[in-house]
């Protein structure tokens, strides 16, 4: 997100994201996930450890990441984009993670900030071999693949496309690899422009089935880990409640006026939007076995007008992220 002066002047710990965890950050960038979070990280806002996975604490306050547990577990695991992550929380014992782990067992870490459905598999799926036993899995998803099938037609592929890709494709041209070679074959050549978006109904449909995909990826991972998985779609802040509280409405005004966020995602912002979406996720789900829970009706019941829940539409604040923990506990 970018700096804005009310944002700033009413959440600044905001900065520390925007320094180190934000497009324009300290992107580390890795094998088969493209980038990650920096390693080693260290402030008073956000932690990781020598992978780049983001420090919870324990219920006795102890700092704990995947690198660092050394327990014999079972733990669980929080995994998903920047919700799970937890962009928008002060401090690591903010964070959805170390407030579920309050009382106990521990919840780790594994979100991924900007990821995409098959991102945050990968992620998992590629560092397994480092965990304890594993009772609970809970994804906590979605927005991210509803939101990249807007993305020009010729982007999406077969499998979506990912955040930073601009970034990624601009390393490719300054020094080809053959891995830029294979990319470039992803393309549209550079005399073509690009096509139009899908309509609404296909963006959603898209996502659903993208998102279901990796869902089927991620049964058999739970399943091999022995684990009991829960996909939660995340709750937007317009799908919560059309009318944001003072706080929210300043930012989110600020934030539309310097990085156009309510232009760049539009339609899929609507209620009706998310109840499309929302069904056919929870078709999937029901298809696979899998609990699926959406959020947003439960999080708004629990919400009163005035109450400071978001610090931009889709990151929550030290308050909503201890009344969001609060609604997983109860839902798992």
């Known amino acids: 997100m970018p700096h804005t002066p009310r944002r700033d002047a009413l959440l600044p710990h905001m900065t520390s994201y925007d320094e180190a965890f934000s497009d324009s950050g300290e992107i580390n960038w ?19 450890d020598r992978l780049g996975f983001r420090y919870s604490t324990d219920a006795h306050g102890k700092p704990v990441s995947l690198a660092d ?8 695991l929080l995994a ?26 521990t919840w780790l870490n594994f979100g991924g900030r900007s990821f995409n459905a ?22 906590l998803s979605g927005f991210n693949n509803l939101g990249l099938a807007r993305q020009p037609a010729s982007t999406l592929g077969e499998h979506g496309t990912f955040f930073m890709r601009g970034r990624y494709e601009r390393l490719r041209e300054q020094a080809p690899t053959l891995a830029s070679v294979l990319l470039r074959g992803q393309r549209p050549d550079r ?3 690009d096509p139009a978006t899908l309509p609404l109904d296909e963006q959603i449909e898209f996502a659903v089935q993208t998102t279901g995909r990796a869902l089927e990826l991620w049964t058999v991972l739970a399943r091999h880990l022995g684990a009991r998985l829960t996909f939660v779609l995340q709750p937007l802040a317009n799908w919560v409640r059309e009318t944001p509280c003072p706080e929210e409405a300043k930012i989110f005004s600020e934030l539309d006026e310097v990085g156009g966020f309510t232009e760049t995602y539009g339609d899929i912002l609507s209620v009706d939007a998310h109840t499309r979406y ?13 609990r699926y829970v959406d959020s947003a009706p439960i999080f708004a019941g629990s919400l009163k007008p005035d109450d400071w829940a978001y610090v931009d539409r889709i990151h929550l ?9 609060d609604l997983l506990s109860a839902a798992i």
């Open 30 to 48: 890795v094998p088969y996930t493209v980038f990650f979070h920096p390693r080693n990280h260290s402030s008073p806002v956000v932690n990781t």
């Open 69 to 76: 547990y050394g327990g014999a577990g079972p733990v669980n």
């Open 80 to 105: 998903g984009s920047s919700t799970a992550f937890g962009i928008g929380a002060s401090s690591d014992a903010a964070t959805l993670a170390s407030l579920l782990s309050e009382a106990g067992p």
């Open 118 to 139: 098959i991102q945050e598999y990968l992620l998992l799926a590629l560092h397994q071999h480092l965990l304890p036993s594993v009772g609970e899995i809970v994804l």
């Open 191 to 193: 005399g073509e422009p």
């Open 278 to 290: 929302s069904r056919g996720l929870e078709r999937i789900a029901d298809d696979l076995g899998i």
């Open 317 to 325: 604040t030290d308050e909503g992220h201890r009344r969001f923990a």
